[in-house]
């Protein structure tokens, strides 16, 4: 029996378009029903100081999502299960979620690698039936929302992964990998099929044996 061949993707910008952290608190705010916490809400996004790379940092996600600790675990689980059909569903990349068919057609191991939060991601995932999604987690205690755990960007992504696969039992060579993302180099890198998902953003920075799948309009 040969190695398994695996395609990783991003999904942010990739599969998805848009960041959808923005995107998810912007529905949170929109379903709140206690104007204390959307003005908190409102107020961390209009006065905090955002970083300029498209990936948020652990810090400022805590600081923007800070005023809901305590939110109901299986009320935020509904949230975002309506986000993923409202949102998700309706701002694909359809050229990338092809590419996503066309490895499933395959029988490769599809898995999910995201900065974005499980919570949703979840759903996207059963969307495609896709059984593996490496991504950022949010903190529960009794049920009730803490924070978030630690970051999935860049070489993380690649740590955790290693914790979901026989990395000697992959066939790496004839793997796959998609990312808008020059943050994604150590994950682009480690395939032998590797594809940029450009929109419009500079490029300059991938390698010239890779390809790329353009998602601009």
């Known amino acids: ?19 959808s952290i923005n995107l998810f608190l912007d529905y949170l705010y ?32 805590n600081f923007l999502f800070s005023p809901l600790k305590g939110k109901d675990k299986k009320l935020m689980e509904t949230i975002a299960f309506d986000f993923n059909n ?8 359809k050229n990338v979620v092809e590419r996503l068919h066309w490895h499933q057609k395959l029988g490769h191991t599809i898995i999910i690698l995201s900065g974005g939060f499980d919570i949703y991601l979840q759903y996207y995932a059963q969307t495609y039936n896709i059984e593996k999604v490496v991504s950022t987690a949010l903190l529960f205690e009794n049920d009730n929302f803490l924070g978030i755990d630690e970051e999935c960007l ?31 180099i150590p994950l682009l890198s480690l395939t032998g099929n590797s594809f940029v998902i450009h929109n419009k953003q500079d490029i300059s920075w991938m390698k010239h044996e890779w390809k790329i799948i353009n998602v601009s309009k």
Request: net charge positive; aromatic share 12%.
């Open 1 to 19: 029996m040969g190695k398994n061949i695996v395609a990783l993707f991003d999904f942010c910008d990739t599969l998805f378009d848009g960041q």
């Open 30 to 61: 929109k379903k709140e029903k206690n104007w204390l916490i959307k003005t908190q809400i409102k107020a961390r996004k209009l006065f905090s100081n955002s970083p300029k790379d498209d990936d948020l940092s652990l810090e400022h996600k």
């Open 86 to 93: 409202e949102i998700l569903l309706k701002r694909e990349h």
């Open 154 to 184: 860049g070489a993380k992504k690649i740590t955790k992964l290693k914790k979901i696969l026989f990395w000697e039992d992959v066939d790496w060579e004839h793997s796959y990998s998609y990312s808008d993302s020059k943050s994604d």
